[in-house]
């Protein structure tokens, strides 16, 4: 099977669909008549990709491809498609950027997509050898020390289990939904987040600590109950709801099912079936909860049965999280009212780095999230909406440079995921993991944000790994 002509000829189709439904947007929605480019440029795009794609590239950098391939279909067939659908409304009633601007974040989005695409073509023809196999070729193994990570998973359940009698922060399946009326929402407290991000970590630990012990019995005696033992497990730390980010479950999903497809790759219809459905089962549940205000109705039926499907929400909703036309219009709206700052450029990324953040929690300035929620709802606001990567390099690099953020994520993508084969460390390829799937599925958000979740990934497990780590090295040393 020829991976790379199937993904043209199924791009080809989406592209087709695309451009038929985009036909009349032009009549229905001012601002949008330009829509139509965006299914265009998704195919011209992917066709200047896979003049330089070989199956052995791609299937070396599928995690990445895969998320650009997806984010991309999202950003320049479904959202087009559904804007079209619309009867009224396609965006959010309360941002209204005006239709100059719309159009020309129609032709920046495509634009950006270009840009991808001549980037990965040049970076493919040039940077990547042909026919060069980089398969992992051994099984990751526990480095540290396993009394330290059995005391820091103690800890982590004895707070596991305070939080969930104590706070509505740890959840089993679904959020509960109490007696408040009141959505949990984030926790903002720099404290409980980091007594969370414990919580997680320990849960995912210990699923490491579980699939090395029992791998090893796999492999020897193979029998199927040391392949059930750590999949339960797995499906257990999915069906733990640590907060209420929907991301945070999608993470864990795809990290479980990496990891154990490594270590039983001839079950990988197994691990892909059940992992999928928990997690699907979660998502559904969450979202439930956050879109159709389960929260207020006091029960999940309830919340349904209220529901009503349009294509004004749907394309609301796909504008929002996945930084359609409405979503970049408004930033440039907000970038031409705003004198953009070189200072306060290099103040997110550090404001953004776990650790040096303390330092500038003070500081007068403030991240350019805050002034761009503060600039849509009218008052001071630090979060609410998403900045795409799109916007934030339109406001400090201009329109010629605006896709440099974009195109600096996927690079941090591809590096990462070329690491993957050589790691040997179980616990350092959680780490990575952790931070690849977090740059592949934010691709097209803006990098303060990306780079705060994986400092903090760094700063809390990568710490507790290089010292349980070291540890280790230093009693095998001193027996020798």
């Not at 941002?95 to 980037?119: D, G, K, L, Q, R």
């Not at 579980?210 to 005696?221: E, G, P, R, V």
């Not at 309830?302 to 408004?330: H, M």
């Not at 450029?345 to 503060?374: A, C, H, M, P, W």
Request: proline fraction near 4%.
């Amino acid at each position: 099977m020829n991976i790379k002509y199937n993904l043209i000829l199924i791009s080809f189709l989406l592209s087709i669909l695309g451009f038929f439904f985009t036909l009349n947007s032009s009549v229905k929605f001012p601002g949008y008549e330009y829509l139509f480019l965006l299914p265009i440029s998704y195919f011209i795009g992917l066709l200047i990709v896979s003049s330089t794609l070989t199956n052995s590239k791609l299937l070396r950098h599928k995690i990445t491809l895969s998320f650009i391939w997806v984010l991309g279909t999202i950003r320049l067939i479904l959202i087009p498609i559904s804007i079209s659908l619309a009867s009224q409304e396609p965006g959010i009633s309360y941002i209204n950027p005006s239709p100059s601007n719309i159009n020309e974040a129609i032709v920046m989005i495509a634009y950006e997509w270009f840009t991808i695409c001549v980037f990965l073509s040049v970076y493919f023809s040039l940077l990547v050898p042909k026919s060069l196999s980089e398969e992992r070729d051994h099984l990751p193994i526990l480095s540290g020390n396993k009394f330290i990570y059995l005391l820091f998973v103690t800890v982590s359940f004895l707070l596991m289990i305070y939080y969930g009698l104590t706070s509505p922060y740890i959840n089993f399946i679904y959020i509960d939904l109490g007696s408040t009326g009141e959505r949990i929402g984030d926790e903002t407290n720099t404290l409980n987040v980091l007594l969370l991000q414990v919580i997680q970590i320990g849960i995912m630990l210990s699923f490491l600590m579980f699939i090395n012990n029992y791998q090893k019995k796999y492999a020897i005696y193979n029998r199927n109950i040391y392949f059930y033992i750590p999949l339960a497990f797995a499906l257990i730390s999915l069906l733990i709801i640590v907060g209420e980010r929907r991301s945070t479950q999608i993470y864990m999903f795809l990290i479980l099912t990496y990891i154990l497809i490594i270590f039983y790759k001839n079950k990988k219809k197994q691990i892909l079936t059940y992992l999928s459905s928990a997690v699907l089962l979660v998502l559904v549940l969450m979202s439930i909860y956050k879109f159709s205000y389960a929260f207020l109705h006091g029960s999940y039926t309830a919340a349904l049965q209220s529901s009503t499907f349009e294509w004004d929400e749907v394309s609301s909703l796909l504008q929002s999280y996945f930084f359609g036309p409405e979503n970049v219009a408004i930033a440039i709206e907000f970038s031409k009212q705003t004198l953009s700052n070189n200072f306060n450029f290099i103040f997110d990324f550090f404001r953004s780095v776990f650790g040096f953040s303390f330092l500038f929690k003070e500081s007068s300035y403030q991240l350019t999230s805050t002034k761009f929620n503060t600039f849509i709802y009218g008052y001071d606001r630090s979060n609410g909406h998403l900045l795409s990567s799109l916007g934030y390099g339109y406001l400090y690099f201009g329109p010629i440079l605006a896709p440099i953020c974009t195109l600096f994520n996927i690079s941090i993508a591809i590096l990462l995921e070329k690491l993957l084969p050589r790691l040997k460390s179980l616990e350092i390829l959680y780490l990575v993991l952790f931070i690849l799937f977090r740059y592949s599925f934010g691709l097209f958000g803006s990098p303060p944000p990306l780079i705060s979740l994986s400092t903090i990934m760094l700063g809390t497990a990568g710490t507790l790994f290089l010292i349980s780590i070291a540890f280790r090295i230093r009693v095998s040393t001193q027996k020798v």
